[in-house]
């Protein structure tokens, strides 16, 4: 799976990493948002080695939260979404408006090989594969936006909102769209007029 080779997602060492990532959303999920203390040990244990300074508002749903790795102070508005079946990979200082998907898990386009199947013992499975996304650091992305698998956005990157991101985007962009398309670069003469506050 983590190699982006075609699997089972029915393989029972993965349903298992899967359950108990739904088990730590659902909790997540359930928690009060002024109840601090209890939502940083559930983030802790769904998303091992994250940076300091996480801010998450949930509900969130990750499928096995340990093959996402999340950088300092990252933000993520109301409903964020990561089918991390391979490596998503997120910088330090990203933001992420409401109602974003990371989604790497690919399946096959023909029918014949895609559709739900019976094991001999009677279980459902499918064959699918992933490709991994890379975010770089101090991202910012509007609320709606989707990044397809295999895509690389690069540091200091602004994606619009209700964006779908299908190929890389270079450093320092703002990129709009389905797709989403670079529409110029940012450079200083962008420093806003609130930048004393930033310091
Ligand atoms: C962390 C949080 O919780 S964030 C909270 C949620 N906030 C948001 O989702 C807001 C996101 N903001 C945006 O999408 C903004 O439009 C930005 C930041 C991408 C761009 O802002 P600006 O640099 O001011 O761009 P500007 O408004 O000048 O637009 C430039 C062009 O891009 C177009 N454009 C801007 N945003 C988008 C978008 N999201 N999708 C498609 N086109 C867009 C504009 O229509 C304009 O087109 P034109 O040149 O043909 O007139």
Not at 174 to 197: C, E, F, K, L
């Amino acid at each position: 799976m983590l190699a982006g080779k075609l699997y089972d997602s029915s393989d029972a060492e993965l349903l298992a990493l899967r359950k108990k990532a739904g088990d730590l959303c659902t909790r997540f999920n359930a928690l009060s948002r002024n109840d601090d203390e209890a939502r940083a040990e559930v983030l802790d244990e769904l998303l091992p080695g994250h940076g300091e300074g996480l801010d998450v508002m949930g509900p969130v749903f990750f499928d096995y939260g340990i093959h996402t790795t999340v950088g300092a102070r990252m933000f993520a508005n109301f409903n964020f979404t990561v089918l991390d079946c391979v490596p998503v990979t997120i910088g330090d200082d990203v933001m992420f408006g409401p109602n974003i998907s990371l989604l790497p898990p690919m399946h096959p386009l023909r029918w014949q090989d895609r559709n739900v199947r019976r094991h001999p013992d009677g279980g459902f499975y499918n064959y699918e594969y992933g490709e991994p996304i890379v975010i770089g650091s101090n991202c910012w992305f509007g609320g709606d936006v989707t990044v397809l698998g295999g895509v690389t956005i690069g540091d200091g990157c602004v994606i619009g909102a209700g964006s779908v991101v299908t190929k890389d985007i270079p450093a320092n962009s703002v990129a709009v769209g389905n797709p989403a398309r670079v529409i110029r670069t940012i450079t200083d003469a962008d420093a806003s007029v609130y930048q004393d506050y930033a310091r």
